[in-house]
């Protein structure tokens, strides 16, 4: 075997091993979807206790919010007590809610979500501080009061990043609005998390929705140096919570 021939093998070798460690392990082929893949690789960054039985549906895979946003937004419920998560998801929010000692009422419209949910919370020991609503969070809002509610809404899956600008018209099941008002019925203490591309002049004009008018905070949320979304945070979670006054700032979270 010539010195070139033996280079190139290793060579093959050495690329086969990379790729490898990059695709899901066999017990996942068939579970995993590739569509999934990109975002497997992801796991440790959305739950950094992924391995010992996070559950997640495809969905799951691509909505549920990085765990280093999910702890900023936890830390940033300074009205905190109760905290209403309208769109729970697989509760990589609500965990972190409730590991900083919030009550929480977490809602999602799929019975299957709130199951894996309910066993992820059990994951990071903290399912005694959550309470479960498998329900539609438009009809439940009139009648739950808490001290802050957070949206973290359907973006319409990972073609909103096709949008040069994302108008709050897109976000389902109802615009932003809509939304808006209705999370108003339990709290004006709200936070919002959002598209990277999201309308930002929209988002603010949102405070304009509460009279007198709210105070709102819009940053970028940073993981691994790339920009996951855009949190906005509005009445008493907004840093510069002044009442009767609006100011709006554009934090860069780094
Ligand atoms: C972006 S995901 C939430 C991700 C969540 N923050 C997490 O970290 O896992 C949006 C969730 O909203 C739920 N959903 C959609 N329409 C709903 C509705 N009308 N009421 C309650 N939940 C709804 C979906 O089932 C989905 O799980």
């Not at 609500?94 to 977490?106: E, K």
């Not at 509460?210 to 993981?223: G, H």
Request: glycine share 8%; hydrophobic share 40%.
């Amino acid at each position: 075997m010539t010195r070139a021939t033996r280079r190139s093998k290793k060579r093959r070798k050495v690329v086969k091993r990379k790729l490898n460690k990059c695709r899901p392990n066999k017990e996942l082929e068939g579970v995993i979807s590739p569509k999934v893949n990109k975002y497997w690789l992801q796991r440790y960054s959305l739950f950094s206790r992924y391995d010992e039985g996070i559950q997640l549906d495809e969905e799951g895979w691509f909505s549920v919010t990085p765990e280093e946003i999910a702890v900023r937004h936890a830390q940033r419920s300074v009205a905190g007590g109760v905290v209403v998560d309208c769109f729970a998801g697989m509760a990589g929010n609500s965990i972190q809610f409730a590991a900083l000692g919030y009550h929480v009422v977490a809602i999602d419209i799929d019975p299957k979500k709130v199951e894996m949910a309910s066993n992820n919370t059990k994951i990071y020991g903290v399912d005694s501080y959550i309470d479960f609503i498998v329900g539609d969070f438009l009809q439940l809002a009139p009648s739950l009061k808490g001290n802050v509610a957070f949206l973290s809404p359907p973006w319409g899956g990972p073609s909103y990043k096709m949008a040069e600008n994302f108008t709050l018209d897109l976000l389902k099941p109802v615009d932003g609005h809509a939304l808006f008002q209705v999370a108003q019925a339990i709290t004006p203490n709200i936070i919002m998390f959002l598209p990277r591309n999201v309308d930002v002049c929209q988002v603010e004009e949102l405070s304009w929705l509460s009279s007198p008018p709210l105070n709102v905070e819009i940053e970028e949320n940073y993981v691994r140096g790339f920009l996951k979304g855009k949190t906005a945070y509005f009445g008493k979670t907004a840093y510069w919570g002044v009442a009767h006054e609006t100011s709006s700032a554009y934090i860069r979270q780094v």
